[in-house]
């Protein structure tokens, strides 16, 4: 059974830092591109990166410069690093295998998501 479980939301001031987790199990993460996507409330899902399995990131214009992603293999967990965070960026964040995008998020499998809020 798949299972992605996202971790380190919380709750920060603008211009703070996070890094997210997101533990995965029950298929090949070391070979497997992943992605974090974000879903703020009533808006779209919106893509934020995609790293290869040998670690390569490709990001979201809007992101870069800001957020990191990285992943460890040997531990099967994706990162996400949060920097500069202003109140648009407050949204529940999921991390997903890339290998099952066909051109729609939401027909991706996803964790629960981990919740960020960034408020003065």
């Known amino acids: 059974e798949v299972q992605l479980v996202e971790s380190g939301g919380d709750s920060v001031q603008p211009g703070g830092s996070l890094t997210l987790s997101c533990v995965a199990s029950?298929?090949?993460?070391?070979?497997?591109?992943m992605s974090w996507v974000r879903q703020a409330a009533g808006k779209e899902l919106e893509w934020v990166s995609t790293?290869?399995?040998?670690?390569?990131?490709v990001y979201a214009q809007k992101f870069k410069g800001r957020f990191t992603i990285s992943r460890d293999n040997a531990k099967n967990t994706l990162y996400l690093k949060l920097n500069s965070l202003t109140t648009e960026d407050t949204a529940r964040y999921y991390c997903?295998?890339?290998?099952?995008?066909?051109?729609?998020?939401?027909?991706?499998?996803r964790g629960q998501g981990t919740l960020v809020t960034v408020s003065p």
């Open positions: 997903a295998d890339y290998r099952n995008y066909a051109g729609n998020w939401y027909d991706v499998p």
């Open positions: 029950g298929f090949s993460f070391s070979s497997s591109p």
């Open positions: 790293i290869t399995p040998e670690s390569v990131p």
